[in-house]
């Protein structure tokens, strides 16, 4: 794309860090009545992106995701910072549960797919960042997503249904270099293969994880 705007059809977008705000809202209830008080507390989670590895971390719960990929090869680790350990899933993991997502969808925060179905606007600017808007109906759902072309971030993705909505709205963006923080290592942690759940059973860590999961992976 001219201009040194990427294309966000690509598998490598650029090296980037940002900061976000999720904020999730329930709709009426069935009988109309406003379910506001049960909405959840917005949650504050940072982003770190290049070729090879994503990291997603939710400091207020003490939560982070790490995806790295070998060629085609996509492995996923749950980090758990308060007990310093990591649930690690293999490619076949994430096949056999139906949760191996595209990498593309992964490094865009919103899958492509549904970007390709949403009405394009033009080209325009916010606070002199290049950025373009995104509005439609895909899946019964209701999408406005506005990304920056310089990065091939996401500025907002709001999602809206009869049950629900979810609105995420980017704070700060950095390329990866300049970010003023960094991802907590998780290089020492203990790795706790997915596929050992069913011989860990007694082990307290074990048994948080699969409660969190809703899965029962004993034998």
Do not use: C
Not at 76 to 86: E, M, S, V
Not at 110 to 130: C, F, N, Q, T, Y
Not at 134 to 152: E, S
């Amino acid at each position: 794309m001219p201009g040194g705007l990427v294309d966000l059809a690509s598998t490598n977008l650029p090296p980037a860090a940002a900061e976000y705000r999720t904020t999730l809202s329930k709709g009426p209830g069935e009988h109309g009545h406003d379910l506001a008080d049960a909405d959840a507390e917005p949650v504050t989670w940072r982003f770190w992106r290049d070729a090879k590895q994503i990291v997603i971390e939710r400091p207020q719960l003490g939560l982070g995701e790490l995806w790295q990929r070998d060629g085609k090869t996509l492995i996923h680790r749950k980090l758990y910072h308060g007990d310093r350990r990591a649930l690690e899933f293999q490619e076949d993991d994430l096949k056999m549960l139906g949760s191996k997502p595209a990498w593309q969808k992964l490094a865009l925060l919103i899958d492509p797919a549904v970007l390709e179905r949403l009405e394009a606007g033009s080209e325009d600017r916010l606070d002199g960042k290049p950025v373009r808007e995104y509005q439609g109906t895909v899946a019964g759902a209701k999408w406005h997503v506005v990304i920056r072309l310089d990065l091939g971030l996401p500025v907002l993705i709001e999602r809206e249904t009869a049950t629900a909505a979810e609105r995420t709205e980017l704070l700060n963006a950095y390329a990866l270099g300049s970010a003023p923080w960094q991802p907590i290592p998780s290089d020492s942690y203990e790795i706790v293969d997915f596929a050992d759940l069913g011989d860990k059973e007694y082990d307290p860590f074990v048994v948080k994880v699969q409660a969190q999961m809703g899965h029962d992976h004993r034998h």
